[in-house]
C-alpha cells in the first residue's frame, strides 16, 4: 500500500509556475514508475509526466519543455516544476505511483490558470 499525497496547487496567470509535490507514504526508492496527471471537467484523465526508478522520463507533448518532473528519494516526494503556465494547464492535478502489481493516485490538487 502507498498513500499519496499531492501539495502545492492554486490559482496563477498566465506565464507563471507553480510546483508541485507528492508525498509518499513509504520509501519511493522501492517504487517503481511514479508521475502526473491531469484531468479537466467533463475530460479523460491525461498522461503529463512520468518518471521510472531508473530517471527515465516521459512527458506529454503539450507540456514538453516547459514541465520538468524530478523525484527525491530521501524525501520521499516527487514533484513537477510547472513555468510558463496557460489557461489550458488547468485541471485537477493527481499523483500516481505503480509498485507492482498495483497502482495507486493521490487526491488530486487543482490548478487553475487565469488572469
Known amino acids: 500500500q502507498v498513500q499519496l499525497v499531492e501539495s502545492g496547487g492554486g490559482l496563477v496567470q498566465p506565464g507563471g509556475s507553480l510546483r508541485l509535490s507528492c508525498a509518499a507514504s513509504?520509501?519511493?526508492?522501492?517504487?517503481?514508475?511514479m508521475g502526473w496527471y491531469r484531468q479537466a471537467p467533463g475530460k479523460q484523465r491525461k498522461l503529463v509526466a512520468l518518471?521510472?526508478?531508473?530517471?527515465?522520463?516521459n512527458y506529454a507533448d503539450s507540456v514538453k519543455g516547459r514541465f520538468t518532473i524530478s523525484r527525491d528519494n530521501a524525501k520521499n516526494t516527487v514533484y513537477l516544476q510547472m513555468d510558463s503556465l496557460k489557461p489550458e494547464d488547468s485541471s485537477v492535478y493527481y499523483c500516481y505511483a505503480f509498485s507492482t502489481p498495483s497502482a495507486y493516485w493521490g487526491q488530486g490538487t487543482q490548478v487553475t490558470v487565469s488572469s
Open positions: 513509504r520509501s519511493i526508492f522501492s517504487i517503481g514508475t
Open positions: 518518471i521510472s526508478g531508473g530517471g527515465n522520463i
